[in-house]
């Protein structure tokens, strides 16, 4: 065996020798092609600089994006902030923690307000604010302009009583006082985010070190291209015969993420190029790197993606950016380069080998000196934190699009205002959870149900009587296990709830609440047809006023009711009231055998609150378009 080896060793070898001279010729003509396009791209950019050559990507709706400096336009949902209306009491202690929490600055009486000011008014400052000398059984007031630059004044009185609320410039008396609404949910398209906008100003100087360091060294110098970050990124590729290092100024990324589509051709690079030059000539370098800070990808968290340094600050290190330090920033633009290998809570070690090298390239740029350096360096990574399990009011959300689709306001609103009142969505969602947990421990057909699992459903839903606005919309139990929306969309027997429209016809055709009715097992023949209605305990109770009948629920009385003043009649008055879903004209129907959607029945409960005045329900305050 090893004689055959040996006598064949030189046509191994001859073998050997032929195909490394083919996979130099290979190599050889690779590294031209990647030569010719490095020069055809440094050619075209050339052309576009020198003669302002005005290429077709150059659109309309580019340079509406770079005169709005808007380059990722969202939509942002917000619930209402804390707010105080009439008759309502009043925590001195909880208001001034409320405007605490919202970074409100207390001023003294005779200071003027600022956005974000509040301060507390004597009696006879009340007066002269409000231009009202009559003000009477007032004690204090208070009066702030929140940060969208809206002034609200509240009165209370001695009882710590909201006596009055104002709002305007000039003040005059509203409905409501608010400080600031709070962002609640972002969507860029369909895609859920979290992010917080902030100002160049806002972000620690380590964190915009530390980005340019790692990403674009040359950033300050360059006009948007940097020609010899091309070249050093295409020899090292070429030299490790893989896609190494990238060439992209911070200016080409924010282009290619937010003009461009994601493919990689030499026209897509071509334009990303041009466009980056073209934005550098609009924008300053403040304007660039504010923009990339904010719009930047830095992970993913359930649904939502999380952009920019502000959102990953909460998301990572639970602060606000502006608290972060030199170790935090490291790893931030560390995440950058990709947030899911450098995540801290994944991949620890490939995160605390990126904040090196971000350190090292701060330390080689004098940004940094070694005693930072060491001590950074040496700084633990932070610790995950808990998810919270309570759902944000995702039903609640949805009815909120379909109302703007309905306004067909989807696509051109940018800031949507809704009523929702956080905590008590939050106490809704509780108390929904917690009663059907009890009702699921005792009840045994439900024991069984949630064996064979069939869980129990409800819903809550919550409106101001005086607007319509709809401060609670709880679903179901769960949005993640169904997005079926029942307070919207799931139509059941309305039963007994439909009573009261059956008496109060019978009041407008003449009745009083002392109106007697003989509450007895009677017959209704209709359509050929007998029914008989029962009440819930089967027990009839003789001569009886409307009023008790109503107060007891009782079925027969109720039945007797409708049949004296006629279907018809009752029909008709709940449409006025707000029932849009068709309603028999059946005896049963007067018992509520009619199936109805829970939006409804709150839009007719409501009117009857407002003494039969009709609005319907809403979940938007105030909408803001781009424009």
């Not at 929140?146 to 001695?158: D, F, G, R, S, T």
């Not at 609670?472 to 429209?501: C, D, E, H, W, Y």
């Not at 009782?554 to 008055?573: E, H």
Request: charged share 20%.
């Amino acid at each position: 065996v090893s004689f055959i080896i040996l006598c064949c060793m030189p046509l191994i070898c001859l073998q050997l020798k032929t195909i490394c001279q083919s996979l130099t010729t290979v190599l050889r003509i690779y590294l031209l092609f990647k030569w010719l396009r490095l020069n055809l791209i440094l050619s075209c950019l050339l052309a576009s600089q020198c003669f302002a050559f005005d290429w077709p990507f150059s659109t309309e709706e580019f340079q509406k994006k770079l005169s709005s400096q808007d380059l990722t336009p969202s939509t942002r949902y917000y619930a209402r902030g804390p707010t105080f209306l009439t008759d309502q009491k009043w925590s001195e202690d909880a208001f001034q923690r409320q405007l605490q929490a919202q970074s409100y600055r207390i001023r003294q009486s005779d200071q003027i307000l600022l956005p974000g000011d509040a301060k507390k008014l004597t009696l006879e400052s009340c007066r002269e604010a409000t231009h009202n000398t009559e003000l009477t059984d007032v004690s204090v007031c208070w009066t702030w302009q929140n940060h969208q630059n809206e002034i609200y004044l509240v009165a209370i009185n001695p009882q710590s009583i909201v006596h009055s609320t104002w709002a305007g410039e000039p003040l005059k008396p509203y409905w409501k006082a608010s400080l600031d609404p709070i962002l609640v949910a972002q969507y860029r398209g369909q895609q859920p985010v979290m992010q917080n906008e902030l100002k160049i100003s806002d972000f620690p100087v380590h964190c915009l070190n530390a980005t340019m360091a790692i990403e674009d060294s040359d950033f300050l110098e360059h006009s948007g291209v940097s020609y010899m970050g091309l070249t050093r990124s295409l020899f090292k590729n070429v030299i490790q015969m893989r896609y190494a290092q990238g060439g992209s100024t911070i200016t080409q990324q924010v282009v290619k993420n937010y003009f461009l589509t994601p493919e990689k051709t030499i026209k897509r690079k071509l334009k990303e190029l041009y466009l980056a030059i073209k934005l550098e000539s609009e924008w300053s370098k403040d304007q660039i790197l504010e923009t990339y800070l904010n719009i930047i990808y830095m992970g993913q968290t359930g649904a939502f993606q999380v952009h920019g340094f502000g959102a990953a600050a909460q998301y990572y290190f639970n602060k606000p950016v502006q608290k972060l330090n030199l170790a935090e920033c490291a790893l931030s633009a560390a995440i950058i380069n990709n947030a899911v290998i450098n995540n801290p809570w994944k991949n620890s070690n490939k995160a605390m080998q990126r904040r090196h090298l971000v350190l090292t390239k701060m330390k080689e740029l004098k940004l940094i000196n070694e005693l930072e350096f060491d001590i950074a360096d040496k700084e633990p990574l932070p610790l995950q934190k808990a998810l919270k399990a309570s759902e944000t009011a995702p039903y609640f959300f949805e009815a909120v699009r379909q109302q703007l689709t309905d306004l067909k306001l989807m696509n051109s609103a940018t800031s949507i205002y809704t009523s929702l009142d956080l905590d008590a969505q939050q106490a809704a969602q509780s108390s929904l959870q917690k009663n059907i947990t009890e009702l699921e421990k005792n009840k045994k057909n439900l024991i069984k149900n949630k064996e064979k699992g069939l869980r129990l459903e409800g819903l809550v839903l919550l409106t101001e009587n005086q607007t319509g606005l709809v401060n609670v919309l709880v679903g179901g139990q769960s949005f993640k296990q169904t997005q079926f929306n029942r307070a919207l969309n799931g139509r059941r027997q309305v039963g007994s709830l439909i009573k009261p429209f059956v008496y109060l016809a019978a009041l407008e055709e003449g009745s009083d609440p002392l109106t007697e009715i003989v509450d007895e097992k009677f017959v209704w023949e209709y359509d050929k047809k007998k029914w008989s209605p029962d009440n819930y305990d089967r027990k009839f109770h003789g001569t009886i006023p409307l009023y008790y009948a109503l107060k007891e629920s009782l079925n027969a009385s109720a039945a007797k009711t409708a049949q004296k003043v006629g279907l018809d009649k009752i029909i008709d008055l709940t449409y006025q009231a707000g029932f849009t879903s068709t309603v028999d004209a059946t005896p049963a129907s007067s018992l509520g055998a009619s199936v109805h959607y829970p939006i409804e029945v709150l839009d007719a409960y409501r009117s009857l609150s407002n003494f039969g005045r009709f609005t319907h329900s809403s979940f938007i305050e105030k909408i803001e378009g781009r424009d």
